[in-house]
């Protein structure tokens, strides 16, 4: 079995992240997806009526636009830091600023701080409009080995 | 030599007991038929008051987020306290009205343990006119022992219809 090391290894080698994706079953779970643009890593929750909140709106779940937005900004960590371990969330603040609606939904993050011991990243979610998004948030990850 | 009395019937205590159980099971059904995601993630009320919520997320492969540990992806986990956060402020409402999270904070305390449950509890400690303000903690035995804690402010729809805000 190919261990989470060695598909980090791999994303900092070939700048790939689908073989660690396939590997997380919560990824396959949720429809995760990457895609480099650019300088950007951009990763997709594709559109499924299991992420659906509210049907009656239809909206989908705030805790599907959470998951994604903390997915996006662990991934933009490993694809662009030198991070060689499995980013651990410490906290995760959450806004949500309109409802969203049942279509496949992007995120995008930028890196605000980096240490040796913890990185910030502030990460947006949207739908068609990039500059209208529907939730954005703060992650504080912990990327030190515990060993 | 008469039989020791038998204890006095309790009515009122049954009758409560039979109110949560009903309470319980209305929120169960709509909890899951009304909102996919929980279904979809196999949540379960296990209780609920007037102004509190207590829910479970069974632990489930699909739900991994490291493949080589087990543990559970914090989404899951996100989602468990959003939702268990929201049913505080549902059960502090007088009426059903809709609500929509306008924030959630969750600081992860320590990875949740491989093969076992999560469990929620989530308190809405205030309600405004307009906003409930909830806190909640997931842990696996005790809360004194918790994997997150949360805190989640939530926007109180107006009422489609009446033309007044709640």
């Known amino acids: 079995m190919t ?6 290894a791999a994303v900092r080698a070939q700048g790939d992240l689908t073989p660690l994706l396939a590997a997380m079953p919560y990824a396959q779970f949720m429809g995760f997806s990457v895609a480099v643009e650019g300088d950007d890593l951009i990763t997709s929750m594709r559109y499924g009526p299991h992420l659906v909140g509210n049907p009656s709106l239809p909206a989908l779940h705030g805790g599907t636009l959470g998951a994604l937005l903390e997915a996006a900004a662990a991934f933009k960590l490993v694809w662009a830091s030198e991070t060689v371990v499995l980013p651990k969330t410490i906290t995760i603040t959450i806004e949500y600023t309109r409802p969203a609606r049942p279509v496949d939904t992007h995120a995008r993050a930028i890196i605000t701080r980096q240490g040796r011991r913890v990185a910030s990243l502030r990460v947006e979610a ?12 703060n992650v504080h990850f912990l990327i030190k080995r515990d060993d | 030599m008469s039989e020791p009395a038998p204890p006095p ?19 169960n059904f709509g909890f899951s038929e009304n909102v996919p995601h929980n279904r979809a993630l196999g ?12 829910l479970r997320l069974p632990y489930d492969v699909r739900l991994v987020g490291n493949p080589e540990t087990g543990v559970l992806h914090g989404g899951a986990i996100t989602a468990l306290l959003d939702a268990c956060s929201g049913a505080a ?13 306008l924030d959630l904070r969750i600081d992860y305390l320590r990875p949740g343990e491989v093969g076992r449950d999560v469990v929620a509890r989530a308190t809405c400690y205030h ?3 307009n906003v409930g303000f909830a806190r909640a903690v997931a842990y696996h ?26």
């Open chain 2, 43 to 54: 949540m379960v009320v296990e209780d609920i008051d007037d102004n509190w919520a207590r």
């Open chain 2, 9 to 27: 019937p309790d009515d009122e205590d049954e009758a409560e007991r039979e109110r949560k159980r009903a309470r319980r099971r209305a929120w």
């Open chain 1, 126 to 137: 949207y739908q068609d409009e990039r500059d209208n998004p529907v939730a954005s948030a």
């Open chain 2, 89 to 101: 402020v549902f059960a502090s409402l007088d009426r059903m009205q809709p609500i929509a999270t």
């Open chain 2, 141 to 166: 035995d005790s809360e004194d022992h918790p994997i997150a804690t949360a805190a989640g402010t939530f926007m109180i729809a107006t009422t489609p219809g009446t033309g007044r805000k709640p």
């Open chain 2, 127 to 129: 309600l405004s006119r």
């Open chain 1, 3 to 8: 261990t989470v090391l060695e598909y980090i």
